[in-house]
């Protein structure tokens, strides 16, 4: 293949949330493996995502989308109308300032910013793009380990928490209304990494991680149902 003829691909992604950190190397690791790259960046100014598509033209391109404007959604979706999408994978997502606070100490504007990013927008995004997807598929989300019900048993967190295990919850509404699809539907628990929302103090590092979390996207391709597995693809508790 020749790397930068976008006719020979293995696929194409839309990958939400790709300007930096885990987005942006999941958009180089996909580009890696022969992917086409559809990356979104919330604002308008200069990405690393932008210095990824340089380097590889024809290979990756660049849409803006703030997952928290339905207006945006619906405006990606009819600039992407009649591409076909094989992976519909977002990224996007946030974590409270102080992640100390208790539900008790949280302000309710800091409550609802990251409920909006991290439950309600990412679900908006599906709804708004489904159509766009291949039928045998992928739609997926970075979810957390931490949004387990089951697994939380020391506290912390408590609002990232929360609003990932929301997330979770809502995937599985949405699972329970697709019922059939043969589309795989999938919630990533990638551990803690070293990135900007993950801090310096993280142990894993992106070098590491990425190519395992896109390796167990490649894998579970063609599986319909929904799962909710880690890096490794073993199956995180709900």
């Not at 929302?197 to 142990?203: I, Q, S």
Request: glycine residues 10%; charged residues 20%.
């Amino acid at each position: 293949m020749t790397q930068n003829d976008p006719r020979e691909s293995a696929g194409t992604i839309l990958l939400v949330g790709a300007s930096r950190g885990l987005g942006h190397a999941m958009a180089a690791e996909f580009i890696e493996q022969d992917w086409i790259v559809i990356g979104t960046v919330r604002g308008t100014g200069r990405t690393l995502l932008h210095d990824l598509a340089d380097a590889h033209p024809g290979r990756v391109e660049i849409e803006q989308l703030d997952i928290t404007q339905p207006d945006q959604i619906a405006a990606l979706r009819q600039r992407l109308s009649g591409r076909r999408i094989d992976i519909l994978f977002v990224n996007a997502g946030t974590a409270n300032a102080d992640q100390d606070e208790t539900i008790s100490e949280v302000s309710t504007s800091e409550f609802v910013r990251v409920m909006v990013t991290n439950a309600l927008s990412p679900m908006r995004v599906i709804e708004g793009l489904q159509d766009l997807m291949s039928p045998t598929g992928m739609i997926g989300i970075m979810s957390s380990g931490q949004g387990s019900v089951a697994n939380n048993v020391k506290g912390g967190h408590e609002i990232y928490r929360s609003s990932k295990a929301a997330l979770n919850q809502h995937m599985r509404s949405y699972a329970a209304r697709h019922a059939g699809d043969p589309r795989a539907l999938l919630l990533v628990a990638p551990g803690w990494i070293r990135t900007d929302l993950g801090g310096p103090n993280a142990p894993f590092g992106v070098e590491e991680t990425v190519p395992q979390i896109v390796t167990l996207l490649l894998a579970q391709l063609g599986k319909p149902g929904l799962q909710y597995l880690d890096r490794e693809g073993r199956t995180v508790p709900w």
